[in-house]
T-cell receptor, first 112, second 114 residues
Framework: KQEVTQIPAALSVPEGENLVLNCSFT??????LQWFRQDPGKGLTSLLL?????REQTSGRLNASLDKSSGRSTLYIAASQPGDSATYLC???????????FGAGTTVTVRA | GAGVSQSPSNKVTEKGKDVELRCDPI?????LYWYRQSLGQGLEFLIY????????KSGLPSDRFSAERTGGSVSTLTIQRTQQEDSAVYLC????????????FGQGTRLTVV
């Protein structure tokens, strides 16, 4: 069974700082890994998808890396803004079962 | 539609009643997933569909839970004889195909069993 761990559980930074969110997973047999954000009381918004063959994916201020063999992914958010405050979730998709397995998330607060 | 649509957005039901939750995936998406998020908890996988078939039902918590998908489109999650522990947000997601494509989530149905 895929186990996903996200560190830190919570993060509070002043506006403008760069954010580093870590995700580790136990089973490297994955199709891809997706990063989501969830605002309180809302559904999940897709941020980035990294295919298992990729090492990195970028979208605007977001950059995600993937080291499949070691079971790690990192999401970098540059020049954070208060609007980046949310819970960030990573989810690898299993090669054998097609399930998205979720970590507990990292709750980010960006202070103005 | 433009995104994944779930209805109702909120449902309050009495313990012991049956409920049906609906998910309209993005048009053309063959894969559809149901997850549950209890208060303060992570996302719990329930079931996924590829087309109309459900290869993996292992996440359904009990035989009170069932799901179906018709015409490769709309899916319904049914909970019979609801219990208070069924209270949660039920989230649906769809993707173009299983494996390698981005999954998009709906806004969820908040179920409260009183």
């Amino acid at each position: 069974k895929q186990e996903v761990t996200q560190i830190p559980a919570a993060l509070s930074v002043p506006e403008g700082e760069n954010l580093v969110l870590n995700c580790s997973f136990t089973d490297s047999a994955i199709y891809n890994l997706q990063w989501f954000r969830q605002d309180p009381g809302k559904g999940l918004t897709s941020l980035l998808l990294i295919q298992s063959s990729q090492r990195e994916q970028t979208s605007g201020r977001l950059n995600a890396s993937l080291d499949k063999s070691s079971g790690r992914s990192t999401l970098y958010i540059a020049a954070s803004q208060p609007g980046d405050s949310a819970t960030y979730l990573c989810a690898p998709e299993g090669l054998n079962d097609y399930k998205l397995s979720f970590g507990a998330g990292t709750t980010v607060t960006v202070r103005a | 539609g433009a995104g994944v649509s779930q209805s109702p957005s909120n449902k309050v039901t009495e313990k012991g009643k049956d409920v049906e939750l609906r998910c309209d995936p993005i048009s053309g998406h063959t894969a559809l997933y149901w997850y549950r998020q209890s208060l303060g908890q992570g996302l719990e996988f329930l079931i996924y569909f590829q087309g109309n078939s459900a290869p993996d039902k292992s996440g359904l918590p009990s035989d009170r839970f069932s799901a179906e998908r018709t015409g490769g489109s709309v899916s319904t999650l049914t909970i019979q004889r609801t219990q208070q522990e069924d209270s949660a947000v039920y989230l649906c997601a769809s993707s173009l195909n299983r494996g390698s494509t981005e999954a998009f989530f709906g806004q969820g149905t908040r179920l409260t069993v009183v």
